[in-house]
């Protein structure tokens, strides 16, 4: 069985957020006081592993990581928070909604170990923004070009729903990815509805001009938010998910995804070939 280092949450000073202190990663305010403070993806990434922000999250965690699946009985689970993967400059985002219990919350990468990684990262390769067409686990190496994937919501939630409260919590670690990835951002692709909702306030904050009434998600919906600050316009092109469902009804296929994903590159300025004319092209 894998053993998960449960960690002690007494209420301390530091717990609570007192000026001049640290909050603990056990704190509702460990997100908010420590995103600002990072000052690169590596350095984000590492405080986004250590969060514990979120009881319930942590709990279902850790629980999946004790309880596992049969068909890997064998793995050690990540169990922990899953950071954003890609390179630190990429002018392509693509958002996603949680990690998977068995897939992120065992691999401990972003879409890594699930069906829709497979979709995933099977689209990224075939247009030439991935070295591999499979994603197993963190350390098999996978390399993004161009392009970084992350999340609102970085821990697996239970029936891949996460609450309001918990995609809030969670809120400050995206927005500081986004903005230390901003000069060099061009384009983002939203994987699904859910994910569409939580970026809009996050890029809202940020200073893009989000159109009033908020645009509405749409499988190929495109918009354009303009800098007031001067800087390059950011592209948004939403995307039905890749899960599991979707793609074996069809509700999306393989090459409307990656027509999604080659259209949010073309937006980034990013160069692409379709490596594959396959049934579903």
């Not at 709990?59 to 899953?82: L, N, Q, S």
């Not at 923004?129 to 161009?146: K, M, Q, V």
Request: charged share 25%; hydrophobic share 35%; net charge positive.
């Amino acid at each position: 069985m894998c053993r998960t280092e449960i960690r002690s949450t007494d209420r301390t000073d530091k717990e609570r957020g007192v000026p001049g202190r640290d909050p603990s990663p056990a704190s509702h305010e460990f997100p908010a006081r420590t995103a600002p403070r990072m000052a690169s993806p590596g350095e984000l990434d590492r405080a986004v592993a250590d969060c514990r922000a979120c009881p319930r999250l942590v709990a279902w965690r850790e629980e999946a990581a004790r309880v596992k699946r049969r068909a890997f009985r064998d793995w050690e689970y990540w169990a922990r928070p899953v950071p954003g993967f890609g390179p630190a400059d990429a002018p392509l985002v693509i958002v996603g909604l949680a990690p998977a219990a068995h897939g992120g919350n065992r691999t401990g990468r972003a879409f890594t170990g699930d069906p829709s990684g497979d979709a995933m990262y099977a689209a990224l390769y075939e247009i030439g923004l991935a070295s591999r067409p499979t994603a197993i686990h963190r350390d098999d190496g996978l390399e993004l070009y161009g392009v970084r994937i992350t999340m609102p919501v970085h821990c697996a939630p239970p029936d891949n729903r996460p609450t309001t409260e918990e995609r809030d919590t969670c809120r400050p670690w995206l927005a500081r990815e986004l903005d230390l990835l901003r000069p060099t951002l061009r384009a983002i692709v939203v994987l699904g509805a859910f994910a569409w909702q939580a970026l809009l306030p996050v890029l809202a904050s940020a200073g893009w001009q989000v159109p009033r009434p908020r645009p509405v998600f749409g499988h190929a919906a495109e918009v354009v938010l303009p800098d007031p600050a001067g800087g390059s316009p950011l592209h948004l092109v939403g995307s039905y998910h890749p899960s599991q469902r979707n793609m074996s009804t069809r509700t999306l296929t393989p090459a409307m995804l990656r027509d999604a994903l080659r259209r949010g590159a073309d937006l980034a300025g990013l160069p692409t070939r379709l490596r594959h004319d396959g049934p579903d092209s």
